[in-house]
Each structure stands twice: as C-alpha cells, then as structure tokens.
T-cell receptor
Framework: DAGVTQSPTHLIKTRGQHVTLRCSPI?????VSWYQQVLGQGPQFIFQ???????GRGNFPDRFSARQFPNYSSELNVNALLLGDSALYLC???????????FGPGTRLLVL | EDQVTQSPEALRLQEGESSSLNCSYT??????LFWYRQDPGKGPEFLFT???AGEEKEKERLKATLTKKESFLHITAPKPEDSATYLC?????????????FGTGTRLKVLA
C-alpha cells in the first residue's frame, strides 16, 4: 500500500509570495496533520483536519491556512512568505484523530 | 505548559554498546506517546505508540517504556544502521481538539 505522499518535493520562493503544498493520506485514513520542521528541531504542529474540519491548530500566524477535501487529501497554504518560513513541511495521516500518525517524505521549502 | 524534553541531545555509541534515550513530558489530557526515527532530509518513521504507564513495546533492538512522566527508548547492541535522530512526541488535548508536541530529538551515531 502507498504511504503518505506529498508534492512538490522541493520548492523555492521569494519573500512575499504565496505557496500551496499538497498531501495525500494513506488509503482509508481520514485525518491529516501538517507540521513545520526547521533544521535541528523537532516538527512543530500547524493543523489537524478530520472529516474535512479543522480539529487542532498550533501557534502559527494567520498566514498559514489549510483545508481537507472530500477524498481526504489536504492542502497547506502559506501567504506573504518570510525568510523564516524556510523549512521542511511534513504531512501525517491517521485513521482517526487520536491515533498513530504516519508521515510523508516532506516538502522542502526555501524562501529567498 | 505542554512540553517534551529529550536527552541527551546527541549520543555516540560503539557498535554493540547498549544505551537508553530519555523523553520527559508534561501534557494535559495525554492520549498517547510516540517514538519516531528520522533520517536526514526524510520524514519521521513510526516506531512505537504507548498509551499508559507501565506499557512496553519491542521491535528488534529497540524497546520503549512509559511512566507517568517519562519514556525511555532502550537500544540493545546497536548497529551502525541504527544511526538516526530519534524523536519523541505526545498527543494531548481536551474538548475534542488535539495536538502533537514533539521533542527536539536525540541524534544517535553508532560507530562500527
């Protein structure tokens, strides 16, 4: 079975631009979470979606938003990019909200 | 404040030299404690989920244990391929909203 997939794998943007990252969960999983991981740090929780509704939010500014589609795939949007948004963005899926999460390979975002 | 602290930050072992990694946590409404392995530039790979104090899980050379305040990841007779960053995370939350909190990880290097 395919694991969590993310696209694109790498992305370069300039300050002030907007970016959209995509995630497809493991088949049958209904919950998707997004994380930001800066080099040398653990992943920081951004959002959790379950059944197309936001069910958890971390301490990130309103420039970050997400949504989940009827097929349970998800998008993370970041507006007005800052240099500090450069990071590995990870998507994780689980069957339900309070269960083990399985991670995708991540999208490496570089903001210049 | 919810938080996860991992120690040591880095660990160098000789092949076959057993050791333990520590994860201490403070979280309201603990739903589970999770261990992941992460190789450079990749997404975290799931290892174990622990739900209650006293629980233990084993997989090959790894064994995870849980108390009310901390978890240990014991590595028995490690091999060079066990070199990676080991991440601990807790899931907590109340009133139907959940969040994952990760530690900063322990970077393990096993020398042949």
């Amino acid at each position: 079975d395919a694991g969590v997939t993310q696209s694109p794998t790498h992305l370069i943007k300039t300050r002030g631009q907007h970016v959209t990252l995509r995630c497809s969960p493991i088949s049958g999983h209904k919950s998707v979470s997004w994380y930001q991981q800066v080099l040398g740090q653990g992943p920081q929780f951004i959002f959790q979606y379950y059944e197309k509704e936001e069910r958890g939010r971390g301490n990130f500014p309103d420039r970050f938003s997400a949504r989940q589609f009827p097929n349970y795939s998800s998008e993370l949007n970041v507006n007005a990019l800052l240099l500090g948004d450069s990071a590995l963005y990870l998507c994780a899926s689980s069957y339900r909200r309070a269960e083990t999460q399985y991670f995708g390979p991540g999208t490496r975002l570089l903001v210049l | 404040e919810d938080q996860v602290t991992q120690s040591p930050e880095a660990l160098r072992l000789q092949e076959g030299e057993s050791s333990s990694l520590n994860c201490s946590y403070t979280v309201s409404g603990l739903r589970g404690l999770f261990w992941y392995r992460q190789d450079p530039g990749k997404g975290p790979e799931f290892l174990f989920t622990l739900y209650s104090a006293g629980e233990e899980k084993e997989k090959e050379r790894l064994k995870a244990t849980l108390t009310k305040k901390e978890s240990f990841l014991h590595i028995t007779a490690p091999k060079p391929e066990d070199s990676a960053t080991y991440l601990c995370a807790v899931q907590g939350g109340t009133s139907g909203t959940y969040k994952y909190i990760f530690g900063t990880g322990t970077r393990l290097k096993v020398l042949a």
